[in-house]
């Protein structure tokens, strides 16, 4: 009686230790394509990612690069102080997005040049996403608008 309860009890275990890996696979399968990695410019510029490789860039605006040019396509450089990437974004651009301010752009970095599906500007003249501070600071251009360091 005692190696039955046994036995079931070896049974039971066996088959929750299933159930918790079969779990885990599904949910790291489904979460694969939400998952997108930052890159500052200089980052980008040495080690350049594979071309099906989706991740979020981010950066300040190049002054003097922003270019509209025919229907909803935008191009401009994006840049961290140490390195800039061309970009290039068709659709359009929230309302503070000028050269000069903070971006992240989501998208894949193409034969040079960084193809943008989503550009996100910021939202107040204080904001800006913390990867982009980390890689301002880490190349020692960033200003804190609040007059700290």
């Known amino acids: 009686m005692k190696s ?8 039971v275990i066996a088959l929750a230790a ?3 890996v079969v779990s885990t696979a599904l949910i790291g399968y489904a979460m694969r394509d939400g998952i997108n990695f930052f890159r500052a410019p200089s980052q980008v510029m040495a080690e350049p990612p594979a071309p099906t490789e989706v991740f979020r860039i981010g950066g300040l605006v190049e002054e003097g690069t922003l270019e509209r040019g ?3 396509t935008v191009r401009f450089r994006v840049t961290d102080g140490g390195a800039s990437v ?4 068709t659709g359009v651009l929230p309302d503070l997005f000028d050269e000069g301010q903070g971006m992240v752009g989501t998208g894949r970095y193409i034969n040079g040049t960084f ?8 939202h107040d003249e204080s904001y800006m996403p913390r990867e982009v501070v980390d890689a301002l600071k880490e ?7 609040k007059g700290g360091s």
């Open 4 to 11: 039955l309860k046994k036995q079931r009890r070896i049974q």
């Open 18 to 20: 299933v159930a918790l």
């Open 70 to 72: 025919q229907g909803e």
């Open 86 to 89: 061309p970009v290039t974004y």
């Open 115 to 122: 193809e943008a599906s989503e550009i996100l500007a910021k």
């Open 139 to 145: 190349q020692g251009v960033y200003k804190d608008p």
